[in-house]
């Protein structure tokens, strides 16, 4: 994962352990001070919240100490694709461009043009410089891309 991908985990991982699992035992004490557990429905939806919660705990501790953190901003600029690296790239079908960073899978995000290592365009990227076309297999067809710049930010 990227050093950013990193550091949005342990802000979450930070967020989680100071302020939701408090938030949550707290609504479990409320809960209990309720009366009968069996039907008490707050009780368990509080009980339910804190899986949730342990849960995405643990998923983070285990990502964040099997990561390998990758800072592509300390590795020279080759003009090669690669992990982490921002590519600009022409569709040469639409005449449009567009520009993507190759990300971990966690860090994937369309919408903020963040790709995931594993998706099709990066694949066929991986490896590419400046100037090379790429073939990429979509659902709708093939399609064709020149790579118009490479940047490690």
Request: net charge negative; with cysteine; hydrophobic share 35%.
């Amino acid at each position: 994962m990227t050093t950013r991908g990193a550091e949005m985990l342990r802000e979450e991982l930070q967020r989680l352990k100071s302020e939701d699992r408090p938030r949550i035992i707290q609504a479990i004490a409320d809960a209990r001070e309720h009366g009968d557990l069996k039907e008490n429905a707050e009780y368990h939806a509080a009980r339910e919240q804190q899986g949730f919660c342990e849960g995405r705990i643990q998923e983070i501790e285990a990502k964040l100490s099997n990561a390998q953190v990758i800072d592509v901003t300390k590795v020279p600029n080759q003009g090669k694709v690669i992990f982490g690296a921002t590519v600009t790239i022409y569709n040469t079908s639409t005449d449009k461009e567009v520009t993507y960073r190759i990300v971990g899978d966690d860090e994937a995000d369309i919408k903020q043009n963040l790709i995931s290592v594993n998706s099709p365009i990066a694949r066929a990227l991986i490896g590419k410089q400046v100037d090379d076309a790429v073939m990429v297999t979509t659902p709708s067809g093939d399609v064709e891309y020149e790579v118009v710049d490479v940047k490690y930010l």
